[in-house]
């Protein structure tokens, strides 16, 4: 395939990117969570969403994709990694939310299913 054709599945996957943080978004505040970022950069890698609800807060990745499968599995070592190093980030710019529980989640989203929220998917 050419790049026409390479541009053209970049955006759609970028497109497909977005509609499944707004369905796991919306998923997480019927949950009671808030919304404290979206999308947030950070120079270790971006964060999709960090949530929070009571004295716990999550930093927390969603994937789109085509077939169920299981979101750890779709999240590999090295993106756990830059996660955590995005999270180190975004506390010491907010030392104000520091004092609580830290987790990482994922947010899986498939086609014709319910998204599935995996809290604490993994310990760093």
Do not use: C, N, S
């Not at 919304?35 to 789109?64: N, Q, S, Y």
């Not at 520091?98 to 947010?107: G, P």
């Amino acid at each position: 395939m050419g790049r026409k054709g390479d541009a053209a599945t970049g955006r759609a996957a970028h497109r497909l990117g977005l509609r499944a943080e707004m369905i796991a978004a919306l998923l997480l505040r019927l949950k009671g969570y808030r919304i404290v970022a979206r999308r947030l950069k950070t120079p270790a890698g971006e964060i999709d969403m960090v949530v929070r609800r009571g004295r716990a807060l999550a930093i927390v990745e969603v994937k789109a994709r085509g077939v169920d499968d299981t979101a750890v599995e779709a999240l590999l070592p090295r993106q756990q990694r830059r996660l955590e190093q995005a999270a180190t980030h975004f506390l010491g710019r907010h030392p104000q939310l520091a004092d609580l529980a830290l987790r990482f989640d994922v947010v899986l989203v498939t086609p014709f299913r319910l998204p599935r929220h995996m809290k604490d998917a993994w310990r760093p």
